[in-house]
């Protein structure tokens, strides 16, 4: 079993910045696998950013060059630092992982991320 906890969202104005972390327990060692996603009212979850199995990174296009992903393995936590924040940013954001040994998702029980214009 894992369980993810997010923390660091909230209300911000267009501009302005936040940190979102999604600490891990359980069944993870590595926070390779390990990403972010946001679901906005009335649209499909999307990738966000990403650790790959490799520990490269992945990056929305519509985030590249404005958030990036961070962790720590020691604590197994990782981080979105989100910058230049745009009210189309806003969603709830969920921090996910899939892990062994069956290999499911797992989410976070997700975080609100509002971008005033």
């Known amino acids: 079993q894992v369980q993810l906890v997010e923390s660091g969202g909230g209300l911000v104005q267009a501009g302005g910045s936040l940190r979102l972390s999604c600490a891990a327990s359980?069944?993870?060692?590595?926070?390779?696998?390990m990403g972010w996603y946001r679901q906005a009212p009335g649209k499909q979850r999307e990738l966000v950013a990403r650790?790959?199995?490799?520990?490269?990174?992945n990056y929305a296009d519509s985030v590249k060059g404005r958030f990036t992903i961070s962790g720590d393995n020691a604590k197994k936590t990782v981080y979105l630092q989100m910058n230049s924040l745009k009210p189309e940013d806003t969603a709830v954001y969920y921090c996910?992982?899939?892990?062994?040994?069956?290999?499911?998702?797992?989410w976070g029980q997700g975080t609100q991320v509002t971008v005033s214009s």
């Open positions: 996910h992982v899939q892990a062994p040994p069956s290999w499911r998702d797992y």
């Open positions: 359980g069944n993870i060692f590595s926070i390779n696998g």
């Open positions: 650790f790959t199995s490799i520990g490269s990174t």
